[in-house]
């Protein structure tokens, strides 16, 4: 299994982004899949998730900016992040769970100047 993530870049606050993360390899079925992030310095945070019933989790931090949807037909994941801070400032990690096991993509990162 891979996931592929792409979309991050430099932004001043304010202003928006969307990452794209696809999964690819041999599965049957995504169960949840989302979005991590980490700052320097600080753990790798929730995000934003999409379960496997369809129904999207979001941090606190993030609610009412962010708008996190995926494609099961495509096996991808999107995140679109409005209204971008620079505390949004990290490394954003695709994830994805098979079962019991949970994947990762390589980061992207986002940078939100001020």
């Known amino acids: 299994v891979q996931l592929q993530a792409s979309g991050g870049g430099l932004v001043q606050a304010g202003g928006s982004l969307r990452l794209t993360c696809v999964a690819s390899?041999?599965?049957?079925?995504?169960?949840?899949m989302g979005w991590y992030r980490q700052a320097p310095g600080h753990e790798r945070e929730l995000v934003a998730l999409?379960?496997?019933?369809?129904?999207?989790m979001y941090a606190d931090s993030v609610q009412d900016r962010f708008t996190v949807s995926r494609d099961n037909a495509k096996n991808t994941v999107w995140l679109q992040m409005n209204s971008l801070k620079p505390e949004d400032t990290a490394v954003y990690y695709c994830?994805?769970?098979?079962?019991?096991?949970?994947?990762w993509g390589q980061g992207t990162q986002v940078t939100v100047s001020s």
């Open positions: 994830s994805a769970v098979f079962g019991s096991a949970t994947y």
């Open positions: 390899g041999n599965f049957i079925r995504i169960h949840d």
């Open positions: 999409v379960l496997v019933t369809g129904r999207p």
